[in-house]
């Protein structure tokens, strides 16, 4: 997948709610935190299906607070625009369910069972969704609720990437992404 095509750019226009919040830049951190996740835990497939439910998973919020609502409303509503599109970045027609998971998952209280065959997509997309909670503050991340062992070594970077990207005029995920490889010393797109 090509990771870096302008199709994975958003504006606030694409959002129900348009935040600081959930908006635009929230999404692009957690679309490179899905790459940085599925590189070091060797995710490969689960990795590319993550992103694209990373891409969508806030699109439906209708305010910043607590919401269970988002992410189904999201699987149900966008996933459907944005379809096509994945599918012409090599997304199988039988992944889309898998997006549709992980999508509607990530804002659930309870866990999908380990043993959903997209289980690894909607924890992916969780932690990754979890490292940016330090925009709201260090002590909004629990460390204790991360569920992939790698999430818990990317702390550091999550807050490095959020306080270069916080306070930048970013139009572009390519822009985020090479910040987020500068960082990291390697790449992530490939």
């Known amino acids: 997948m090509d990771f870096r095509s302008p199709d994975f750019n958003l504006s606030n226009s694409d959002f129900d709610h348009a935040s600081r919040l959930h908006g635009v830049m929230h999404t692009y951190r957690v679309m490179c935190h899905v790459l940085v996740l599925g590189k070091l835990e060797q995710l490969g497939r689960t990795a590319i299906l993550s ?12 305010h910043d607070g607590i919401c269970l609502k988002h992410g189904p409303r999201a699987a149900s509503e966008k996933l459907p625009l944005y379809e096509e599109m994945f599918v012409r970045h090599g997304i ?59 999430s818990h070594t990317l702390l550091d970077f999550a807050q490095d990437l959020l306080d270069t990207t916080k306070e930048v005029k970013i139009l572009k995920f390519s822009e985020v992404l090479d910040i987020a490889e500068m960082k990291l010393g390697f790449s992530i797109s490939q």
């Open 51 to 62: 992103f694209c439910a990373a891409y969508i998973h806030d699109l439906s919020r209708r």
């Open 92 to 150: 199988r027609k039988e992944e889309i369910v898998g997006i549709a998971q992980a999508v509607a998952a990530h804002s659930q209280k309870n866990e999908v069972p380990a043993d959903n065959v997209w289980y690894k997509e909607c924890i992916l997309l969780k932690d990754a969704d979890a490292l940016d909670r330090l925009r709201l503050g260090s002590y909004r991340l629990d460390p204790k609720y991360l569920r992939l062992q790698k």
